[in-house]
């Protein structure tokens, strides 16, 4: 398949396509969209920001047709952002069906009018989705499609009770789990709820447009060399800190240091977190401060940096973190901060499969030059697998850090 028509996907929807500029389908999505549009359940396992919202939201669009009894499609996320996100990438599809986003933080109102009134398509998170069956605004009984979208955190331990219920209240629909990465408690529920389904892994051709490093650091100097990094820096940059406490902290000593930023936690209500990201995709601010809740599908395509200020706690939520940026095979830089007091947890995340990366050149790093430490330019080598030979011969960027266009 090398384009939509060959895939069989309608006039219309070819044509809300092209409106976007969209003429040919990426890699997951030639290998999904045969499968799905043919009825089986699918597993999609592909980096962040390959192109897994639209192979799952086409088959949808092309299968629900005309309006009838339903909810007939349900796409759950685990976060609100995520779950704005998809809907807006389904209303560019053309596809006349009515649909409700459902997500909690917000008032009962506009989503209650939206199921009253009936929909084919819900979109939402587990806690409103369930809150509005409680509340017999909504059933799920006649959900043919179904879409659990970045799958690993979805059916992680804290999801996983509100997962089984919804699925439990469904009658075998085609089932769709989407993730970059796919744990091994996902391939248990996968084993248990899925059909032979077809198992779609994609690795984006052009990976290597990532540059990611670590940037060795004592913890009293973690904030000055964070502020005189973003300020080298030219272009948006997510800054991930592990708690919604820290990332507060975090954003006030940089809002006290003159830095314009977004903050971005748990703890905000929903009118703060749309604000937000509002003013970080429409670039109103150069800098989000945020803890994992932005690391799970924000799809802005004009990050060209993010830093690990501090540790994710599994090697899934670094790989989410660093996904946000070198999107759609575009290059992209990140920074992962480690102090002595980090040791333990890096090797905890090493051990648990988190890549060896190599340490950058700080002194050379805050000059605005992307340079790996090696034996020439430090006078030691540092513990990575790389070798120094071959570290030695990578492209050194010059200059102000390089950022991503478009």
């Known amino acids: 398949m090398s384009t939509f028509l060959d895939a069989g996907v309608s006039s219309q929807t070819l044509d809300a396509l092209s409106a976007q500029g969209i003429e040919s389908p990426v890699a997951v999505q030639e290998t999904a969209l045969p499968a799905l549009l043919a009825g089986s359940d699918v597993v999609m396992e592909a980096p962040t920001g390959s192109g897994k919202t639209l192979a799952y939201l086409i088959p949808l669009v092309e299968g629900i047709g005309s309006p009838g009894h339903g909810p007939r499609g349900l796409v759950v996320t685990p976060t609100r952002e995520l779950a704005m996100q998809v809907s807006s990438v389904f209303e560019t599809l053309d596809h006349g069906v009515r649909s409700a986003l459902l997500y909690g933080g917000v008032g009962y109102a506009t989503q209650n009018l939206a199921l009253k009134e009936g929909v084919d398509v819900v979109i939402g998170t587990p806690g409103r989705i369930l809150d509005m069956v409680g509340r017999k605004m909504l059933a799920l009984s006649r959900v043919e499609y179904l879409v659990l979208d970045e799958a690993d955190e ?37 084993e248990r709820y899925l059909k032979d389904p077809v198992h779609v892994k994609v690795e984006l051709e052009d990976a290597s447009k990532l540059e990611h490093g670590i940037v060795r650091i004592p913890s009293a100097d973690k904030l000055d060399t964070l502020v005189q990094l973003l300020r080298v ?31 971005l936690q748990g703890d905000m209500n929903q009118v703060m977190r749309d604000r937000a990201m509002a003013a970080f995709r429409e670039q109103r601010v150069q800098v989000l401060v945020a803890t ?99 570290r030695n011969h990578r492209p050194r960027r010059r200059g102000r850090v390089p950022v991503r266009v478009g």
């Open 154 to 190: 979805m059916l992680d331990a804290g999801f996983a009770p509100d997962i089984e219920r919804i699925l439990g209240m469904t009658w075998q629909p085609q089932t769709v789990l989407a993730s970059a990465t796919m744990p091994e408690w996902v391939r248990r529920v996968i």
């Open 233 to 263: 820096h030219d272009a948006s940059a997510i800054v991930f800190g592990r708690t919604k406490v820290g990332v507060n902290r975090l954003a006030r000593d940089l809002r006290r240091r003159g830095l314009n930023l977004a903050e």
């Open 292 to 390: 994992n809740v932005a690391a799970r599908g924000i799809d802005i395509s004009h990050i060209g940096l993010v830093i690990n200020y501090e540790l994710p706690d599994t090697p899934q939520w670094l790989v989410h973190r660093v996904g946000r940026t070198a999107r759609m095979g575009g290059a992209g830089w990140a920074l992962t901060f480690l102090t002595p007091e980090d040791g333990p947890q890096w090797m905890r995340l090493r051990s648990g499969g988190a890549p060896d990366i190599a340490e950058l050149n700080l002194e050379r790093l805050l000059r605005g030059e992307w340079v790996y430490r090696t034996e020439e330019n430090v006078g030691s080598p540092i513990g990575s697998s790389e070798s120094p030979e071959r």
